[in-house]
């Protein structure tokens, strides 16, 4: 069985041309003007259907729930082109009314009079493993967090960034020099480095954090039978800040909590013992190691960084969290990446 190493264009080619041939769906990819989105249409009578299209070579559930966020802030049509959508994805992406192709001919569109969702065909080609960047490893994820919370932190001294970011002040110049050849930051000189196209930076640190940083750090996983115990819970004495749904509702009020995210330096013994919280591997209550080291004006909610609330959200892959997650970035999060 071959690797696949396709380019976009060849990729989303031949995710049109399988589906095409397997379900007898017409689609045409539309070649865009300069500085436009690459699109596809959707050939029906009486009025094709024109989709933007959303590249994703490599699918996981914090893919396609950032993706559902994105839509949710931004409505146009969009159709997902990936390498292969297994069974439980291709469920995922219908649930949320994403239209999909990949080049195993599997799909789902949902256009009336059009219907199709066809799952199951798995690819000739094996997609390759996602590459290990070296900027979306833990150092680079960190700094790159504390770049993204602290605007013109990177116009700073290098050890200043890295006491920031909590890494080795070895590490900043390569992850500088990543996020340059990158195309997320320009450097006339260092006191005029600026940031640049944050908010694809912000997506992939979203996209990467709960893999490559949050699994490495989390303290472990507990459960107690004191419903709601969190509610009157003073999680700062205990040197501690909500993420997660409690974060959230402190700043939206839209979603009751089900699931509990604390971060902090170590487990607080004390907190465990008050509220009766026994470690059990599937807990619904997870303590994270803090990683960062800057204040931060929702630090008075005793909550985490907006942006890691969000990331928080986006890791789950729950559709129930999707609205909660836009209204996050909406109100809490995009102000700190606009472009100047």
């Known amino acids: 069985m071959q690797v696949n190493t396709a380019q976009p264009n060849a990729l989303l080619d031949t995710a049109i041309q399988l589906v095409g041939e397997r379900t007898g769906l017409d689609l045409t990819a539309i070649e865009p003007g300069p500085g436009a989105d690459l699109l596809i249409r959707l050939n029906k009578a009486p009025t094709p259907t024109a989709y933007r299209v959303e590249i994703k070579r490599y699918l996981n559930k914090q893919t396609v729930a950032l993706l559902a966020a994105r839509l949710a802030e931004d409505p146009t049509p969009t159709m997902l082109v990936t390498d292969y959508v297994n069974p439980q994805q291709a469920d995922r992406l219908r649930r949320r009314n994403i239209p999909f192709i990949d080049t195993a001919g599997n799909t789902y569109v949902n256009e009336p009079p059009i219907y199709v969702f066809a799952t199951g065909n798995k690819p000739d080609i094996l997609p390759t493993a996602k590459p290990r960047v070296r900027l979306f490893q833990p150092t680079g994820l960190k700094l790159i967090f504390a770049l993204l919370n602290q605007p013109g932190l990177e116009q700073k001294p290098y050890r200043q960034q890295a ?52 699994e490495k750090l989390i303290l472990g996983r507990y459960t107690t039978t004191h419903d709601r115990w969190w509610q009157d819970t003073d999680i700062a004495a205990h040197r501690a800040y ?99």
């Open 242 to 340: 909500w993420g997660g749904e409690i974060a959230a509702d402190r700043l939206t009020h839209y979603l009751k909590p089900q699931d509990v995210t604390l971060y902090a330096d170590k487990v607080p013994a004390t907190l465990l013992l008050e509220n009766r919280l026994q470690k059990v591997p599937d807990g619904n209550v997870e303590i994270v190691k803090q990683f960062w080291h800057f204040d931060y004006p929702e630090k008075a909610l005793q909550i985490v960084p907006p942006l890691l609330v969000y990331a928080d959200l986006i890791a789950t892959g729950d559709a129930r969290n999707a609205e909660l997650a836009r209204m996050v970035y909406d109100e809490h999060v995009a102000r700190h990446i606009r472009e100047d």
């Open 163 to 214: 006491e920031v970011a909590g890494i080795a002040l070895g590490g900043v110049a390569w992850i500088m020099g990543d996020l340059r050849d990158g195309g997320y930051l320009i450097e006339p000189t260092p006191k005029t480095r600026r940031l640049i196209n944050k908010r694809a930076l912000t997506d992939l640190w979203v996209e990467n954090y709960p893999a490559r940083l949050r």
